[in-house]
């Protein structure tokens, strides 16, 4: 059981989430997306614009239907290229360079795949919406993405399970952790400036947003992945190789982790904001929703559930996990705490 987790981050929903839901919805329908009854409910089951809305509360009408499409499209593609049942090591490979150069160059054309379209044609909107630099910035996380999620396919292949310390730098990139950041600005119509986002304290809390981000995609989602059999490369697997008794103890040692990084996080925006830029105040606002608004929608997404009801997500007004057997070092992650 998942305990009630500590999130002093207040949740905001774009007021544009219902007219949008009315616009892309029927679009999913239409496209290639709703070809089949299959391919239609797993679109749906994802509930990408509730996510969107909450990510990015701030976008624009037309941004957030952009992000909402964007999110559709490559959730199709987690499920047919990433995670396609039976599907090999090399055909995956094969698959992710191929629809990763799909989106590089949204102008080329290929008639091979109705989705490798679909994910050109959402990649010419967002070049034309948001201009070349953050483009470029969107589809690196793009291929950020494809490539951890091979690294782990093949992790999973092998019968291996990947340690906590490993887990803190793949576990990020395989939920897509900078590719989500770049659709919020892409959705809000912000860029920071590369000078500012290479500093050390945003470093840090940008990678911290995606660890929290990710050990809460994870808690809600590891009776699915378990049920599926991919649950290997979930959070709860990484802390159960550490030596975690149980399942159950193996979650509120992962709580225990994200509370500890929650606590950086926070700290570290407190000491950024004393002197920050409006684009770095923006910034932070756009990894609090990150942070908040993954938590409310994986909590109750129909695509982590595997039975009928909603599991729901407490909020507690305190740390409730067991950080006590914790590695004393995690390398990618205890270089944190000395620098930010």
Not at 13 to 27: D, I, R
Not at 65 to 83: G, P, T
Not at 269 to 288: H, I, Y
Not at 318 to 339: F, H, V
């Amino acid at each position: 059981m998942i305990p009630p987790l500590w999130c002093p981050i207040e949740p905001r929903v774009s007021p544009y989430l219902a007219a949008v839901k009315g616009e892309s919805l029927p679009w999913v329908r239409a496209s290639c997306l709703g070809s089949t009854p299959e391919r239609l409910d797993r679109s749906l089951a994802t509930e990408s614009v509730e996510w969107c809305a909450r990510l990015a509360p701030n976008a624009t009408h037309h941004g957030l239907r952009l992000m909402s499409d964007m999110f559709h499209a490559i959730y199709a593609v987690d499920d047919e290229v990433v995670d396609r049942p039976g599907i090999t090591f090399p055909e995956l490979v094969s698959g992710a360079h191929r629809v990763s150069w799909c989106a590089d160059n949204p102008e080329a054309g290929t008639g091979e795949s109705d989705l490798f379209a679909l994910v050109q044609d959402v990649s010419l909107r967002i070049l034309e919406h948001s201009g070349a630099d953050l483009h470029r910035r969107w589809s690196s996380g793009f291929s950020t993405w494809l490539r951890a999620a091979g690294s782990l396919h093949g992790t999973r292949a092998t019968g291996a399970t990947t340690s906590l310390d490993d887990f803190m730098i793949m576990g990020p990139a395989d939920r897509a952790a900078d590719f989500i950041l770049a659709s919020i600005e892409i959705a809000e119509g912000t860029s920071l400036p590369e000078a500012e986002r290479s500093r050390i304290g945003l470093r840090v809390a940008v990678q911290a947003a995606g660890v929290i981000m990710t050990i809460d995609h994870d808690l809600f989602g590891y009776q699915r992945e378990s049920s599926d059999g991919t649950d290997s490369t979930n959070v709860v697997a990484a802390v159960l190789n550490e030596g975690a008794a149980s399942i159950q103890d193996a979650i509120l040692v992962s709580v225990g982790l994200r509370d500890r990084v929650m606590e950086l996080y926070l700290k570290v925006k407190e000491k950024e904001l004393v002197s920050a830029s409006p684009e770095v105040r923006t910034l932070f606002g756009q990894l609090d929703c990150m942070i908040r608004g993954t938590l409310d929608w994986a909590a109750v997404v129909r695509r982590n559930r595997t039975g009928t009801g909603r599991s729901g997500g407490a909020i507690a007004d305190r740390p409730t996990g067991d950080s006590s057997s914790l590695p004393a070092e995690l390398p990618s992650i205890s270089w944190w705490w000395r620098l930010a």
